[in-house]
Nanobody
């Protein structure tokens, strides 16, 4: 079956950087959009960034200028480069992807920004 697996989370100081990756595996016929969402305790989940198969990108206003999303279609992987991290960025980050015309979600990876 199709799976999405995230990696790259961890603890980083304010102003630091992290790069998240998410790789799809299984019987994949097509991947349309891929993206990243996050959810902090007692807060609603929110879209962080998304990228279509054609390369169109959407960012949340709160991360514009600091985060960059990219994808490697040959590896079925989407990345999120996070720079100038703030404590407010602390959350569980989930990748998702439209695979075989169905929306799939990863298990999530914790990002903690703290000194």
């Amino acid at each position: 079956q199709v799976q999405l697996v995230e990696s790259g989370g961890g603890l980083v100081q304010p102003g630091g950087s992290l790069r998240l990756s998410c790789t799809a595996s299984g019987m994949i016929f097509s991947i349309n959009s891929m993206g990243w969402y996050r959810q902090a305790p007692r807060k609603d989940h929110e879209l962080v960034a998304a990228i279509t198969s054609g390369g169109s990108i959407t960012y949340a206003d709160s991360v514009k200028g600091r985060f960059t999303i990219a994808r490697d279609n040959a590896k079925n992987t989407v990345y999120l480069e996070m720079n100038s991290l703030k404590p407010e960025d602390t959350a569980v980050y989930y990748c998702n992807a439209d695979i075989n015309a169905k929306l799939r979600w990863g298990q999530g990876t914790q990002v903690t920004v703290s000194s």
